[in-house]
């Protein structure tokens, strides 16, 4: 089976940097990938990590480790329009599943 | 393109009533999820097909819960008869070479109330 665990909730400040954890049990996966969420939306893709390593997309970075079990998402130079619920997802090798983690709400103040 | 269209947007029904919840997925995309959000559970798969086909219900809480994709463009939820433990947020997604990308593009989402 699989199984992914995030913080339920992280605050931080406008401009600072926050990382969101993602720490998963799972038989094999093909990769890790991120969403956002804002209270009354639909989730939305952020990035995607099939390998180890770091990704960057603009303010917002994502890594992964397969060999530690753990990933993160890094949001950098944070606005308010970042508070929103973000969510890792993997991959289920050998099917086309995407399984969700538990979300991290994030609230940023000014 | 559009996205990924859903409808209704919000419903509210009686218990026992049947609750039929529609899709469109984006035009060219394989595969289609069915999820199901709430507080309690989070983001819950329950069905998804590639080319029309199911491929895995395992996610499908009970024998009231039904999907059909009939054709590349359109694909139904439906619940038969509906309970209160059925209130939620029905997201439709679809995507092409998730494999490669690990993206979905979500709908807005239906928002079921069964009283």
């Known amino acids: 089976g699989q199984s992914l665990e995030q913080p339920s909730e992280v605050t931080a400040v406008e401009g600072a940097i926050v990382q969101i954890n993602c720490t998963y049990q799972?038989?094999?996966?093909?990769?890790l990938s991120w969403y956002q969420q804002h209270d009354g939306g639909a989730p939305t893709f952020l990035s995607y990590?099939?390998?180890?390593g770091l990704e960057e997309t603009g303010r917002f970075s994502s890594f992964l480790s397969r060999s530690d079990s753990y990933g993160y998402l890094l949001l950098q130079e944070l606005q308010m329009k970042d508070s929103a619920s973000y969510f890792c997802?993997?991959?289920?090798?050998?099917?086309?599943?995407?399984?969700f983690g538990t979300g991290t709400r994030l609230q940023v103040f000014p | 393109d559009a996205g990924v269209i859903q409808s209704p947007r919000h419903e509210v029904t009686e218990m026992g009533q049947e609750v039929t919840l529609r899709c469109k997925p984006i035009?060219?995309?394989?595969?289609l999820f069915w999820y199901r959000q709430t507080m309690m559970r989070g983001l819950e798969l329950l069905i998804y097909?590639?080319?029309?086909?199911?491929?895995?219900d395992s996610g499908m809480p009970e024998d009231r819960f039904s999907a059909k994709m009939p054709n590349a463009s359109f694909s139904t939820l439906k619940i038969q008869p509906s309970e209160p433990r059925d209130s939620a947020v029905y997201f439709c997604?679809?995507?092409?070479?998730?494999?490669?990308?690990?993206?979905?593009?979500f709908g807005e989402g239906s928002r079921l109330t069964v009283l």
């Open positions: 035009s060219g995309h394989d595969y």
């Open positions: 097909f590639n080319n029309n086909v199911p491929i895995d």
């Open positions: 997604a679809s995507s092409f070479l998730i494999e490669n990308t690990g993206e979905l593009f």
């Open positions: 799972t038989s094999g996966f093909y990769g």
């Open positions: 997802a993997v991959g289920v090798y050998n099917t086309d599943k995407l399984i």
């Open positions: 990590n099939a390998l180890d």
